[in-house]
């Protein structure tokens, strides 16, 4: 079955860059995508990457695709103390079964941001 | 705000008893998913509706069941509740349920005490 694999922490000063990484099986993924959750709360879609393309930047987000080796990474430029959350790669492929495009996620990055 | 609904916000309840979790997808979204979040299982995918029509089934348990009604809110009906249900469920919405981004709604905490 799908796997989505994630280390589960990150520490790093407020300002730096954090790099947030995941590999995946399943190579009919269509989306991939980077959710967030702060305590307590739900999850938010930060930003999603096509199968097709190798990047995709938004503001201070950049995600990279490197789809030959299943690696999916998120880039956080001028990490503030507000980005302190867990952070979730996520796959959408399509289930041949069913036709259904249930995210498999996985088991979440906690980013902490030191001051 | 996602635009997805969730209620209620949290439950706490008995073991044996029976709950139903409701969800408000976003207007215009047609496909509901509901998602289980628990410390040991992480994230996990239960069943998704498109349009009233049961679409896919990931890890429910049979003890579970799902619906999505004509205005296309969803209800998640859990019973003969176990210690082990206890946890976060989420439930999310999608224009068309075909790989296109899901929305999140803010989530139910479920306490089976």
């Known amino acids: 079955g799908e796997d989505v694999e994630q280390s589960l922490f990150l520490s790093v000063r407020e300002g730096d860059s954090s790099v947030i990484n995941c590999t995946y099986t399943?190579?009919?993924?269509?989306?991939l995508y980077w959710y967030k959750q702060e305590p307590g709360a739900g999850l938010q879609l930060l930003t999603y990457i096509f199968s097709n393309m190798d990047m995709k930047q938004d503001q201070r987000l950049t995600v990279l695709l490197n789809k030959k080796d299943k690696h999916l990474s998120l880039r956080i430029a001028d990490t503030q103390t507000g980005d302190s959350a867990i952070y979730f790669c996520a796959e959408s492929g399509k289930d041949s079964g069913a036709g259904s495009y249930q995210l498999t996620f996985g088991k979440g990055t906690k980013l902490s941001v030191i001051p | 705000d996602s635009g997805v609904t969730q209620t209620p916000k949290h439950l706490i309840t008995a073991t044996g008893q029976r709950v139903t979790l409701r969800c408000s997808p976003r207007?215009?979204?047609?496909?509901v998913y509901w998602y289980q979040q628990s410390l040991d299982q992480g994230l996990q995918f239960l069943i998704q509706y498109y349009n009233g029509e049961e679409r896919a089934k990931g890890n429910i348990l049979e003890r579970f069941s799902a619906q999505q009604f004509p205005d296309l809110h969803s209800e998640l009906n859990l019973s003969s509740l176990e210690l082990g249900d206890s946890a976060l469920y989420f439930c999310?919405?999608?224009?068309?349920?075909?790989?296109?981004?899901?929305?999140f709604g803010p989530g139910t905490r479920l306490t089976v005490t």
């Open positions: 207007s215009g979204d047609l496909s």
């Open positions: 399943d190579s009919s993924s269509t989306y």
């Open positions: 999310a919405s999608s224009a068309e349920g075909t790989g296109d981004e899901q929305y």
